[in-house]
């Protein structure tokens, strides 16, 4: 609005050094003059009364800002709830815009170029299945660098993402419903343990945000997976079958005398249990609360030692790297970060590094600088 109303200020000053006899006659302030420009046409002396007018027409501009901020929020507003993308009760290890002390975390996010997590970790095990959080189409499947083996969904309303996978269940291009299996967790990329990062980015992101357009999952997670839910649809089926062979018999025979006095004998046994069951509901309730926090005080100790297992992996996974770079420089005598991004699947800078790396080693040899770098043995 600041950059409009000046404007319109600067036309005005412009046309009434067009018409100076119209504005002789009244000694009023400057603010009337903006009234000549609108209303040329008009010779009558009686400007001053349409000022009042004249300046509500410029406050009509007020609509073009309510556009802009209208344009951040629909994408958010549009995201449905989302069903979890797993089964069970796995807690959140790594939440959303967190930051890390560990210094290959604080790297992968400068190389990444995001000021915090730009997802959800949860601590699943390797070997557990992962669902879609909704319908959609499968946009990438397999290997995707840092990420490890993930998988990206289009839906209707944005993406979402599945990282560090142990293997994958869908093939691009394919259409998914709701809670389907699409792979399972593990440890791939550069994941410190096995867990599942899970992350949305809606429609039209704000990929100035700091997070490359993702945003919050956690408030659009509600729904828990369909799964569990459907065997108990089809048990109900079998036993409707077998009721109305046992009412047609009861009806023929001629003893609801006996009936009538059984009932009579089973009243006093449902008094017995009622009593019983109220006693034993709250201790249930106390002995879980408790038992939470057992397993939650476990599952730190438990995935203080993946993680350390992870750094043994990725270091040795790191030498096999590094292997494979040598091997490839043997074959083509010289090569540059190009090549290494195309063997290994990995960013600019983690190419960089690996490079740098086998220089300090006194492996291979730097030659030239900026993008002619080449590097030779």
């Known amino acids: 609005m600041a950059d409009d109303i000046p404007q319109d200020q600067t036309q005005t000053q412009d046309t009434p050094t067009d018409q100076p006899s119209v504005e002789t006659p009244p000694s009023q302030p400057t603010p009337e003059s903006p009234v000549v420009s609108e209303t040329p046409n008009i010779p009558n002396p009686p400007n001053p009364e349409p000022v009042a007018p004249v300046t509500s027409e410029p406050q009509q501009s007020d609509p073009q800002p309510v556009e802009t901020p209208t344009e951040t929020t629909p994408p958010v507003v549009d995201i449905p709830a989302l069903h979890y993308p797993f089964s069970g009760n796995f807690p959140v290890t790594f939440s959303f815009g967190q930051q ?18 730009n997802g959800l970790d949860f601590g699943l095990s390797a070997g557990n299945e992962v669902f879609a959080c909704d319908s959609g189409k499968v946009i990438q499947s397999g290997n995707n660098g840092d990420f490890g083996t993930s998988i990206t969904i289009q839906h209707s309303w944005g993406q979402s ?4 996978l142990q293997e994958t269940k869908v093939k691009e291009n394919e259409e998914i419903q709701v809670n389907k299996v699409i792979g399972l967790s593990g ?3 550069a994941a410190f343990g096995e867990h599942l990062h899970f992350a949305i980015k809606p429609n039209n992101p704000d990929l100035n945000n ?4 993702f945003i919050d999952t956690a408030p659009y997670l509600s729904l828990p997976s ?9 048990t109900p089926t079998v036993e409707e079958q077998k009721p109305p062979e046992t009412t047609q018999p009861t009806q023929e025979p001629p003893k609801p005398e006996e009936i009538q006095q059984t009932p009579v004998e089973e009243v006093p046994s449902p008094i017995k249990l ?4 109220p006693a034993e509901q709250p201790q249930v309730i106390v002995d879980q609360t408790e038992i939470q926090k057992k397993v939650e005080e476990k599952f730190k100790t438990e995935l203080d030692a993946r993680r350390l297992k992870a750094n043994q992996a990725r270091q040795t996974k790191r030498e096999e790297n590094l292997m494979r770079i040598e091997k490839l420089l043997k074959e083509k005598k010289q090569i540059n970060n190009d090549d290494v991004r195309e063997l290994l699947h990995v960013s600019q800078s983690t190419a960089t590094n690996y490079m740098e790396d086998l220089v300090k080693r006194g492996t291979i040899k730097l030659n030239g600088k900026g993008k002619a770098t080449t590097y030779s043995y």
Do not use: A, M, R
């Open 100 to 117: 890390s002390d560990n210094e290959e975390i604080k790297k992968k996010f400068q190389e990444w170029g995001i000021i915090g997590h």
């Open 161 to 164: 993402i599945y990282g560090h």
């Open 187 to 189: 440890s791939s990329g």
């Open 210 to 213: 700091g997070y490359l357009g």
């Open 226 to 234: 369909q799964k569990e839910e459907t065997p108990p649809v089809q």
């Open 274 to 277: 009622e009593p019983e069951k």
